[in-house]
């Protein structure tokens, strides 16, 4: 036994992916397998261990495909991000013989065109790769490649997404043609990707069109604040109060104050609760310990009227 679960997570992620994929078949849903074992298959980063399971479905078909992994036996989790000041992009469950999650995605960040219109694309490229000995429908190459490029953008910081994205540019390099440059591109500007994979687009011959609009500024600065806020733990719920009445403040300050146990959790809170109040306060120094660097993110995005008044007309 290892983790959480009764399954080896070299075997679980891969068994995981046969399982959500082939339920949703078996629904007549539309799924394809995302990140983790997909990139790999098509040679665009290392072989290595994924510690999750990733699946988009189509937007029409994710409540039927949750609703049939719930009576498989998978719970939804709480999100980890603190306020809700944006729709999630996906539902995480997990399943007591699992010692991984599942984030079932209706769609991907970085994708600006509406979800529709970017799972049909991406499911017209689409192929199948063979994952723990199953056939399973999978990004295309094309796909996978913004995908990955994607996620990495979203951790520039990090070493390991620079070095997720030189191995791609590798790969490009080595076997990419012409037709596959040429979907590439076609399937960046249809899905909206190109907005921000542009540069990682340019590294390995891809040059697209990125319209200047006011619906794509919009998206982009959507998509930058996204990221402030995930890295921020107060940023989520001033943004949130900003376009909240007034009358709604006690009860978003009550909720930010206390926070909810997936939260405390992160904090060091037992499972059986104990220890709530330390893992509080020291949720809180953090909050205090950041409050600078929100205050000016704060007044940045103040300053983005557009998004904040498209915000509060939801």
Known sequence: MTGRGTL????????????????ATDLGGRALAIKGPVPQAHGLRPDRQSVDID??????????VRDRLVEL????????????????????????????????HHRFPGFLADADTVFDALWDERTEITVAGQPVAATGIAGSTLILALHALRQTGSPAMRAELDAAAEHWAAHG???DRAVLR??????????????FLARIGVVVDVPDDPATRAALEEWRIRNEV?????LGWFLLLARASPLRWPG??????MANESVLRDYGMAADGSGAWAARW????????????????MWHERRSLSVLQRWRSR
Do not use: K
């Open 186 to 199: 076609t399937l960046a500007e249809v899905t909206g990707a190109a907005a921000l994979a542009a540069p």
């Open 55 to 64: 699946v988009l479905v189509a937007p029409d078909d994710r409540d039927r």
């Open 73 to 104: 036996g998978w719970s939804r989790q709480v999100g980890a991000t603190e306020a809700p000041v944006f729709e999630p992009h996906s539902i995480a469950l997990s399943h007591p013989a699992w010692p991984c999650h599942l984030d079932l």
């Open 177 to 179: 043609t012409d037709a």
């Open 8 to 23: 080896a997570l070299d075997a679980a992620v891969p068994l995981g992916y046969t399982l959500i994929l082939r339920a």
């Open 282 to 297: 020291r949720r809180l120094r953090r909050v205090a310990r950041t409050a600078p660097g929100t205050a000016r993110l």
């Open 230 to 234: 995930g890295a921020d733990t107060g």
């Open 252 to 257: 978003l300050l009550w909720r930010a104050l």
